[in-house]
């Protein structure tokens, strides 16, 4: 597996955002797959929403996420851990 390393904003990966309901949740020009149609939704508490949204006007950066590139559609998928 080949691991390259991309610096992207917040702006970048909210590009193109659709939240299609229980189809799924697109993101970054419509090339990354958010929440595919088979995985749960994830719903974050108050308090770590508040942190998130903290984070980002603080302008820190936010954890380290890992994509698969999935051909031949081109788009990206979030990997989890």
């Known amino acids: 597996m080949k691991i390259e390393l991309k610096e992207e904003t917040v702006k970048e990966i909210a590009n193109g955002y659709k939240d299609n309901a229980e ?4 993101g970054y020009g419509g090339k990354l ?7 749960r939704e ?11 949204i903290n984070t980002i006007k603080s302008n ?11 051909e031949p559609s081109e788009n990206f998928i979030p990997l989890e851990g």
Do not use: G, T
Request: positive net charge; without cysteine.
């Open 23 to 26: 189809e799924s949740v697109v």
């Open 33 to 39: 797959d958010i929440r595919p149609p088979y995985q």
């Open 42 to 52: 994830f719903i974050y508490k108050d308090k770590q929403r508040v942190a998130v």
């Open 60 to 70: 820190f950066p936010l954890n380290l996420m890992y994509w698969h590139f999935r």
